[in-house]
Structure formats: structure tokens, C-alpha cells
């Protein structure tokens, strides 16, 4: 059993290995003529100043999170916590930079149709994906093999829970900056471009279009990559902390085998889905085939298979671990609990599709109310993405049942266990556990998920580069391949970011107890809702979602603003570029720099906010925080379903009726429609995923504060 | 000290004696020439008509509920339940009769002037407000006086709580479906007449108006009355069931003079409250001046002088009640809990005006963001509402701290109270009686809430009987000036909504145990956040206020498409109409008639799912109901102001640029405005007010049936 570890290291590195392949095939396609590669190696560019400066922003923060870190906690988990950040950030570079470098080679594969473009677009995403999962697993584990088994630290798992929130960091500030610039460059290129100057999108004379192709690799390749990092890490640190802080454990050498077999259970199942991405990845090539539907299935063979393989070693995995002894009487309820996070994650996903797909009611019904203009066309949006957050939130609640029914039957009546937490012990950690279920295949999802904007940049390239219209088709083809299981791995993240966030609550529930009892304190710790302390924490937690996502949509407003000034004056002062004069060239680096700066600034105030009220809290009143935790995660939650759909639905609605109905483009549907879908776009693209973000971070940081909250004089 | 029931009885009666007088005072004055008194019986009518259907629908469920509560619960609080019910119903069915018969009676008054028709339209408002004080205070004093001294039943406060119970049901359906009608009837109107047929706002040949019209007094005259008949029931119901369910006090004989002074002290504040409303009332002069600035200060003197004695009568009533033993040190903290109650609603209403005056930043940037479309408009007042929840939570919080600090120094250490709960009752206690402060002059506020509509329908018919302009000049005066005590009303009732429906929540645990113990039960009962069954029962909670917002305004959707196609139909089968023709004439009444049905039909669901829900869950999970109403009022609470400012801030911004900023009327930002105004109407008018009423509905069905939930087998 002590192998479980080193294994999950391996498939790691076994993962890094194979983003290694990809990378290399990836780079022997050609990228094609002059004119494509000059575009590529301006939006690579880009994406890679906005890159650098991002982190070194954060690089400021990090150090001060950590210097922190080293003097209430200690310095190891300082160091946990810097691996975890630098890895996140390593990770969404190396990823974004051959994102960056696929699409022009997508573009030109594309010319000989979509069966040759696709394993390029899907291998180029295949980077970013093994790339996280490699380096996020890889990490965590040698975390935990240097400081729990080599060095045996004091409170070793607090080292772990640091590298959680090492990744956190970065995911939050990649998240909202990158969702920022995203939205600021596309808003700014639409409004000027397509409205004021009647020119089409991608179009090369717009000086924004490079941003926004800039755009959508910072916001949805890097940004994506740092959350899965940060959600991938996190459902596996969920379990193992809730199971070292009910137990008190302090290094494995004193551990029970019962006690050690809770604490592999999740590597193991990281493990196996590592080894399942890996076989899945290699099932999506294009054959002869160009028929959409056998293309689609050439995508989505590699998730399906990695999915059921999963399952299966889940299976073999809880029997193995838990069935050697007395202590587990029914090892099939933890596997109940991990494949039931699994179908709830999976039914999130396919909630999310009917309520933005064009194919179901709600769309259809945005699309209807647009013919009496944008007004109702945003009050449907609104309503429909509200009756979403109800759908979701009883489709959580049904896995958060099962899982924890699943975990109490399985561990409820270990008897080697002990500990006067087994009461419930065994359902939370049914619960923890069933997020891995959802992020396994994270390897193969993220590689799915990264495609998406290869492909969407690959036809941008294709205009700009002013390609045969066919190449542009074959593009848009593959562009729209992806939304099914984009909607599937979006419910992934959502839902697993609900169960880790409630498992790392608990934990840290534990972790206040430890530490009061080391501390020697006799600490009123309670989080009953009736407390008027837990009540007002609980107010004030449901309150910040709000303001965060006020102050992110603000913040794309503002530097939709800047970018808007910028295309307006080049527009204005570069003599021929709107005609489109042959040798006339915008500035597209002078708005990419616009953008990055302003995306960068906007991003500060709510990235640090959602680290200090925490603390702040919980250095006033740790019941407090217990309800504030409470709060900013349902309220977090319903505001994340209710943002991410109500967008999706609008922008849908849109292409539906750009599709030809209600009277098609250019019609008033389709002006009320396009006011719902930029309505949508900070809506969908920046504040509603970083809510997954916000609800983990907080709870991490609390976490990882615990102790020192419990240190101070005034706890 | 036993006095004070009788006193608050008094005091009621003397309400409703004003009432009367102010009824002879209104019904005196000349309703103007036959058009005017045609169209205020056809509003009137409309109206009644409105209502008795309403009460109808609601009646079945009252009887429902009524054969409920008599089997699970008790038959005596199955009366007091009815008598709530029924007395709600009356005030608003009086105060909406006397409000229809203002209407011309100031257009008439206003051709001599805005001092002549302030005080019509104010005593026109008055007898609703005192209608509504006067029934309230004087039915649950004659329910106590009956029930507690007289009959003394078993687990008499529950029929306190169930008449709480009656006039919260009929204040769910009241504000759903007046809601849903006056914006059905505005959105009709407006978007066929306005837009489609291009005649000005109140035209007489538009079908829609009388039914608008008819929408002002059923929304926001008898909803808004059996809104606040509610909050003023509810927040002197709540420290009374919190005392009494606290110390298991059941009939008032047994009553220690200590605990009794915790009963009494709210219902002296009402008294007081009261009294000082009615001396308040005949502040409101028109005088000579037709200065607007003066107008403003004789509109609102009534409700200043109120308040201040309000604070002297409780200053003085802690002293009386609670000075005169040993067992209170320091009375003045319950003062102070009022007083600062008092302080934090004026100041949320402080914060809703800023929110949404445009004098201040929000309105204006909205107006701004109107220069470039509709999309960022509303993205502007999205992000504006969502900060304003920020603010207004951090105001709540620093309430709910204030009171609950002031009630522990006063009750904390009192000797002579006993039972273990004393810790934290004081602070509990005082964040209760910190609701009655902002309510105690109910009498007053609402006479000028009802003022508004009553101008705004003066309005109407001097447009529709084609008066001189200058009349409408008069009445657009009054009815401006009735917005900053609207603001001031509004942060009373939410603040209000929320202390209420925490100290019922409260009350609630309290009523359990007491259910517990009297059954012989031993029931874990724990809201720890921590456990899974509360937690479950948060998330539901918190989603449960997005679904009722949703449906609410899907209802409005529906009912308004109604309306408009029968306009259109008017419109197109009815010759000479649309041009205005002599002598014909739309059929109203077949548009109130439409309008009523929609509405009534689409009040059902969200209706009954505010009262199903809780027992439905109570009766699964004690532990999960006790979540679930924490989630639904921390959620709700945020939702509430969102919806409320957002709304208030569009339609302010709209009438910013009519006045002729930002291009003015005409131009494309006012376009962009009246979208967001559209998007406003449900968000400010049906769902946001509803809110208020969905938490305490919610926790007061669930404290009213906290006894059958504990007895039943699986609990």
C-alpha cells in the first residue's frame, strides 16, 4: 500500500512526459506562409508580456502570502506553498505557449480538411492539459513523499494544505486578470470594430483583434489551466487533510494502516486516472472521416474512455485499499460515493447545456422574447439562469447525499479508526472524495477544454491571414466540436469546486479544534447559525460573492473603456487603415499592452480582497469565519451557476438567431439578442468562473491559517 | 405594568377612529366633473374587483392552512390564524378603497394648487396607513388579550405566532400578485401604446391605462399595506415568541414581572409608536407656500415628529419597564438597541437612495454607461446593485451588532430571569426589539408610502380627462415629493425583514427544544454549518430565493404578453381608436379583467412554494429546515436589495437623461435607458419586494409548526 504515492508520482511524471511528445509533434506541423506565422508569433507574444507580468505582479503577493506563512505557521508549509504557485504558474506557461503555437499550424492543417486539423488542435491543448495534471500531481506528491514520509515535519499536513493554496493564488489572479483582459479585448474589438466601423470580426484592420486572440489564450487557456490546476490539487488535498485533521495525524510513520488507506485512497484514484487520460489522449485522432458527428466522437472518445476506465480502477482501488481488513466492512461505498460525484458532475454539465444549448427550451425561449427587444431578452436570460442555479443546486445536494451515504456506510462503522469524529467522519470523506471522482481525467479534460480556443484562434488567423473561406469553415467546424464536452467539464468544475470547498470547510472545522487542543485553549468553537457571531459571518459571506462580481464586472468595464479609446484613435489617426490601404498596418501590440495593463490593475482589489477578509475574520472571531466560510459558498455557488448560464444562454441565443431564425442577422432580434450575449460576456467569462476560485481560496486560507487564528491572543 | 396590552389597544382603536375621521375628511372633498369620477370608478372597480378575486384564490389557502395548523397544532391558533388573515385583508381592502376615491379628489384639488391637494392625497393615504397600524396592533392585542389573560390556553404564544402567520400569507400573496398585475399592466401599456402606437404615457385611448393605474393601487397601495401590516405584526410578534418560547412561559398568570417586562416593552414601543404617529399625521399641512421645498418639509414633518417622540416614548418605557428592580442594571441598552434599529434602517434607506438618486454617482454612471448601448447599461446597474448589497450588509451587520450588544448589558446579567439560555437571550432579545423601533411608526410611514400611488393616479386621470397641463404639472410635483420617505420606508422594511425574521429564526430553535422536551423526545438538534443535513439545508435555502425570483418574473413575462396582445387587438378591431375619434372608447375593463386573471393564476406557484417548502423539509429535517432558513435569509436579504437598487437606479437613470442630460428624451442613451428601466420594473416592483416576505414567511410557518415537526414519528 505505501506504493500508492510513488505510483501517482510515476503517472505524473509519465504525464509530463507525454505533454513532452505532444510538444514536439505539435512543433514539427507547419505553421504555414509568412504572413500566418507573423500573426501567430504576435499573438504567442502577447499572451506571453501578459503572462510575465501577471506573475510578476503576483510574484509580490505570493512572496508576502508566504513570508506570512513562514512566521505564524512555518516555513516548510512557506515553502509548500511557494512549489504550489510556481508549478501553477509553470504549468499555464509551458500550456499557453504551445496553445499559442498550435493554432497557426491548426489553421494549415485545416486546409486539408478537419480530419488532419483536429489531433493537431486537440495535441496542442494536450500540453496545457498533461502539463497540469503532470505537474500538479507530480507536486503534490513530492510535497507529500519530502515533508510527511522524508523530513516528518511538525503539523506536516499543513504543508500539503499550502501547496493547495499556493495553487489558489495563481488560479485567482490568472482567473479574474485573465477573465478581464479576455472580455476588455473582445467587448473592445466588437464595439468599435463591428458596430462603429462596420467591419467584420477578426478582421486585420481592427487593432484590437490581435488582443483578442490574445485574449482568449490568457483568459480561456491560461486562466482555465490555473483553475483546473487549483481544482485538480484540491480535490485531492480535500480528503487527505480532512482524514490527517479528524485523526490528528502528524507524520505517516505513526499512522494505522486503516488511517494510511483513507489518505491513498485519493492519490490512488488520481493515480488511475492519470494512466486513463493517457490511454484516452491517444484514442483522438481524426481518421478519413470529415462527417461532423464521426469527428465529434474522435473528440470525445478519449474523455469517455478515460471516464469508464476511471470508474473501473475506482473500483478495484476501493476494494484494495479498504478490503484487506475488518476495519471497512464495505469498501463498494466509498466507490459508490466517487462514481456518484461522477454522474452529479456529469448531470451539472448536461443541466448547464439544456439551459445553454440551442437545441432546448431556454435558449429557444431568449430567442422568442428577443423579438420584443433587448429588455426581454434579458429579463428571460435572468430568470432562466436563476432557475438553473435550482436545478444545479438540487442535483448537488442529491450527490452530496449519495456521497456522503456512500462514505458513512463504507467508514461509519470502522472499528480500528477511532477518534470521537467517526459519527460522521466517513460521509464527509464520502463527500471529499467524490470531487476527485469529477477531476481525474483532468489530464484528458483540460486537453478538450484548451482545443477550444486553438481552434477558435486557428479561424481568427485564417481571416486575418485572409485564407480561402473553406479553411475558415473547417476551423469553425472543429471551434463548435467542443462545446458538448466543455458544458460536461464546466459541471466538473463546478461541482467539484462545491464539494472540495465543503470538505476543506470541515476540515478546517478539525484544524481549529487541533489547534486550540495543542494550544492548550478552551475555545468556544461552535458554528451554529443561531450564534449571532456564526449568523453575521454567515451574512457578510453571502454578501462578498456579490461584491466580487461587482467589482469584476466593473472592472471589464473599465478596461473595455481604455481598449475602446485606443481602436477609436488608431482608427482616427492612422491615415488608410479603415479603408484597409495595402501596407497599412494597425498597432495591435500598443493595444495588447493597453489591455494587459489594465486587466492587470483591475485585477489587484478583488484578488486581494478574497484573501484578506478571510484572515481579517478570522483574526476577529473564528466562529465568524465558520459562517462566512458557510455563506460564500452557497451564496458563491448560486451566483457561479446563475453568471456561467444566464451568459451561456444569451450568447446562444445569439448565434440561434444568427443562424437564421427570428428573422437571422442584422434583424431586431438579432441587435436585442447581441445586447443579451455582451450582457453575457463579463456574466460567463469573468466573474462567474472565478466564483469557483473565490469559494476555494477563502476556504483554503482559512485553512492553512487555522492555527495561527487560534494562536492569537484574542481567540 | 399589566396596562400595556390595554394601552397598545387603545392606541389601536384611536388609529382606527383616525382613520374614520380622515375617510369623512377625504370623501368631502369634490372628485371634479363626470370624466374624473367616470375614471375613478372604473379605477376603483378595477381595483375592488381585483382584490375580492385575490382574497378569494387566497381564502382557499387560508382555509387550508387554517384545517392544518387546527390538526397539527391547535384549534385556537387555527383562529388567531384566520383572524390575521381576515384583518389584513380588510386594511387593505379599506385603505385601497379610500386611496381609488383620493385620486380625482386631488386632480380636482390640485387645480387650486399643491397646497391644497397635499393634504387630500395625504389623508387619502392616511386611512390606509392607519388602517393598517391600527388593525395590526389592535387584533394581535385583542388575540393576546383573549388567548394569554383570558382563556390562558395551552402553548398560548403559538396563537400569537400563527396570527403572525395570517397576515404574513396574505402579504406573500398580496405583494406576488399586486406585483406581478401593476407590472403587467405597466409593461402592456407602455410597450403597445407608447413604442407601438407612439401615444403618450396615460393616454385615454389606450386599453391598458385605467389597468395601470389599477396596477399602482393593487402593487403598490394594498400590496405594499398588507407588506407592512406584516412587518409591524411580525416585529412586535417576535420578541414577545422569542421571550416566551425562551423561558417556556405559557399562560400570563405564571409570568414573573421580569419577564413580563420583556412581553411588554415591544408592544409600549408600538403604543408609543402609535401615538406619536397619530400626532405626526395632523403635522402634514399643505400651508400657503407652493414652494417645493416647503411642500417637502410639511409631507415629511409628520413622520419626523413621530420618530422623535418615538425615541423619547422608549427612552422612557426601558426605564418604566425594566429601572424598577434588581434585576435589569442597565435599561438604557435597550434604548439604545431600539434607537440604534432606528439609526441602521434610516441609514439603509440612506443607502438605497444613493443607490438610486440621481443626485448621486451610481445613477449618474449608469446614465453615462447609456451612451454606449444598452448592454453596458445593464451590466452598469447589475454591477451598481450588487455593490449596494455590500454596503447594505456591512449597515445590517453593524445593526444586528449594535442591538445585540445593547440587549446583552441590559438582560445579560439579569438575576431574576433564569434558564440556561440567558446568555445570549439579552443580545437576541435586542436585536428583536431593534426591528419595532423602525416600525413603531408604521401609522405614519405608510399613510406617505400611500401617498405616492395616490398622487401618481391623480396624475393619471388629469391626463386622461385631458385637464389643463398646468393640473399635471401639480400633481408630477406631489408625487416627487413623496420619494425620499419612500427610500427611508423601504430600508425600514428590509432592515426590519431581516432582524424579524433572525429573532423568529431564533425563536424557532427555542420552540423546538421547548417541542422536544414537552414530547419527552431526545432530538439531536444542532444548526451546526459543519453537519451535513444543516449544510444540505443552507444550500437549498440560498437557491430558493433565486427560484422564487425567477418565477416571479417569468409570471410578469407571461401576464404582460397577455396584456399586450389584447391592446393590440383593441387596437386593431376597434375603429377610430387609435386616432382618437369622438366618441369611441377602449374596453378598460376587459383589460383590468385580463390582467387580473394572469396575475392571479401566476401567483399560485411561488406562492405556495414559500409556505410548502419549509414544512415540507421540516417535516424531513429539523436540523435541515433550521439551514435551510439561514440560507434563504442571507440569500434572500442580498437578493432583495440587488433587485430593489438595480431596479430603483434604471429607472432613475432613465428619468436623469428625460431630463435632459445625455441627449435627452429621444435620443439613443434614453433608449438604452428605457431598457434598463424595463429590466427593472419586475426586478424593483414583483420580485425584490417579495423577498422581504419569502424569508419571514418562511421561518414564521416554520416556527408556527415547530411543535408538529417534533412530534412527528421520524423526527
New interface residues.
Given amino acids: 500500500m505505501g506504493a500508492v504515492p510513488y505510483l501517482a508520482l510515476i503517472s505524473a511524471l509519465a504525464a509530463l512526459g507525454l505533454a513532452g511528445f505532444f510538444y514536439t509533434d505539435v512543433k514539427k506541423a507547419s505553421p504555414g506562409n509568412d504572413r500566418m506565422v507573423h500573426l501567430m508569433t504576435e499573438i504567442q507574444g502577447g499572451a506571453r508580456a501578459f503572462l510575465r507580468q501577471e506573475y510578476t505582479w503576483v510574484a509580490v503577493f505570493v512572496v508576502v502570502l508566504a513570508v506570512l506563512i513562514a512566521a505564524l505557521i512555518q516555513i516548510e508549509a512557506a515553502f509548500a506553498y511557494i512549489i504550489g504557485a510556481v508549478l501553477s504558474a509553470l504549468a499555464g506557461y509551458v500550456g499557453m505557449t504551445v496553445a499559442t503555437m498550435a493554432n497557426a499550424r491548426t489553421t494549415e492543417a485545416a486546409k486539408d480538411g478537419p480530419a488532419k486539423a483536429l489531433p493537431v488542435a486537440f495535441r496542442g491543448g494536450a500540453v496545457m492539459g498533461f502539463s497540469v495534471a503532470g505537474l500538479a500531481l507530480g507536486g503534490l506528491m513530492l510535497v507529500y513523499i519530502i515533508f510527511v514520509l522524508g523530513l516528518q515535519v511538525d503539523d506536516a499536513f499543513s504543508v500539503i494544505t499550502a501547496f493547495g493554496l499556493g495553487a489558489s493564488s495563481i488560479a485567482l489572479f490568472s482567473r479574474v486578470g485573465g477573465g478581464i483582459f479576455t472580455k476588455a479585448a473582445d467587448v473592445g474589438a466588437d ?1 468599435v470594430g463591428k458596430v462603429e466601423a462596420g467591419i467584420p470580426e477578426d478582421d486585420p484592420r481592427n487593432p484590437a483583434t490581435i488582443a483578442d486572440n490574445v485574449g482568449d489564450n490568457v483568459g480561456d487557456v491560461a486562466g482555465m489551466g490555473a483553475d483546473l490546476f487549483e481544482s485538480y490539487a484540491g480535490s485531492i488535498i480535500a480528503p487527505v487533510a480532512l482524514t490527517a485533521f479528524t485523526f490528528s495525524l502528524v507524520a505517516e510513520n505513526d499512522i494505522a494502516d486503516d488511517r494510511l488507506a483513507l489518505l491513498f485512497f485519493p492519490m490512488f484514484i488520481a493515480f488511475i486516472g492519470m494512466i486513463a487520460s493517457i490511454i484516452g489522449s491517444f484514442l483522438v485522432r481524426g481518421g478519413n472521416s470529415t462527417d461532423s458527428q464521426a469527428l465529434s466522437r474522435a473528440l470525445h472518445m478519449g474523455t469517455n474512455v478515460a471516464m469508464v476506465l476511471t470508474v473501473v480502477g475506482t473500483l478495484a482501488g476501493a476494494f484494495w485499499l479498504f478490503g484487506d481488513g475488518d476495519s471497512f466492512e464495505n469498501p463498494l461505498g466509498l466507490a459508490i460515493a466517487v462514481i456518484g460525484g461522477l454522474i452529479v458532475g456529469w448531470a451539472l454539465g448536461k443541466t448547464a447545456e439544456y439551459y445553454t444549448s440551442d437545441h432546448f427550451g431556454p435558449v429557444k425561449q431568449i430567442a422568442q ?1 428577443s423579438e ?5 431578452t ?3 436570460g ?6 438553473s ?2 436545478a444545479s ?2 442535483l ?2 442529491l450527490g ?2 449519495i456521497a ?1 451515504w456512500g462514505g458513512q456506510w463504507a467508514v461509519g462503522d470502522a472499528t480500528g479508526l477511532g477518534g470521537d469524529s467517526l459519527d ?1 467522519f466517513g ?2 470523506y464520502g ?1 471529499a472524495v467524490a470531487a476527485i471522482g469529477m477531476l481525474a481525467t483532468t489530464g484528458v479534460v483540460v486537453s478538450v477544454d484548451a482545443y477550444g480556443p486553438i481552434a477558435d484562434n486557428a479561424g481568427g488567423i485564417a481571416e486575418m491571414a485572409e485564407l480561402d473561406p473553406s479553411v475558415r469553415e473547417v476551423t469553425d467546424a472543429l471551434d463548435s466540436l467542443g462545446n458538448t464536452t466543455a458544458a460536461v467539464a464546466k459541471g466538473f468544475a463546478v461541482g467539484s469546486a462545491a464539494l472540495t470547498a ?1 470538505a476543506l ?2 476540515s478546517f ?1 478539525f484544524a481549529v479544534k487541533e489547534a486550540a487542543r495543542v494550544e492548550g485553549k478552551d475555545l468556544t468553537f ?7 457571531e ?3 459571518g ?7 460573492p ?2 466580487f ?3 469584476t ?2 472592472a ?2 473599465r478596461a473595455a473603456n481604455k481598449m ?1 479609446e485606443e481602436v477609436r484613435r488608431q482608427f482616427r489617426e492612422i491615415p488608410g487603415l479603415r479603408e484597409g490601404e495595402a501596407g497599412v498596418n494597425p498597432d495591435s501590440a500598443r493595444c495588447v499592452a493597453i489591455s494587459t495593463q489594465a486587466s492587470l490593475r483591475e485585477m489587484i482589489v478583488p484578488g486581494a480582497l478574497a484573501i484578506v477578509v478571510p484572515l481579517v475574520i478570522g483574526f476577529i472571531s473564528i466562529n465568524a469565519l ?2 462566512f466560510l ?2 460564500a459558498l ?2 458563491g ?2 451566483l457561479a451557476i ?1 453568471m456561467a448560464n444566464a451568459g451561456g444562454a444569451w450568447d446562444n441565443a445569439k448565434k440561434y438567431i444568427e443562424a437564421g431564425n427570428h428573422g437571422g442577422k442584422g434583424s431586431e432580434p438579432h441587435k436585442a439578442a ?2 443579451g450575449d ?2 453575457g460576456d ?1 456574466f460567463k467569462d469573468t466573474s462567474g468562473p472565478s466564483m469557483n476560485i473565490l469559494i476555494k481560496v477563502m476556504t483554503i486560507v482559512s485553512l492553512v491559517f487555522a492555527s495561527a487564528f487560534v494562536a492569537s491572543p484574542w481567540a
Fill in positions: 464595439l422574447q420584443t427587444g433587448p429588455a426581454t434579458i429579463i428571460k435572468v430568470s432562466a439562469g436563476m432557475i442555479v435550482a443546486v438540487i448537488l445536494a452530496i447525499g456522503y460522521t460521509g464527509l463527500i465543503l470547510f470541515k472545522e461552535a458554528l451554529d447559525v443561531g450564534e449571532v456564526v449568523f453575521l454567515l451574512f457578510i459571506g453571502a454578501m462578498l456579490f461584491l462580481a461587482a467589482l464586472m466593473d471589464v468595464g475602446i465558520g459562517g458557510a455563506g452557497v451564496s455557488f448560486a446563475f447581441v445586447v455582451t450582457v463579463p
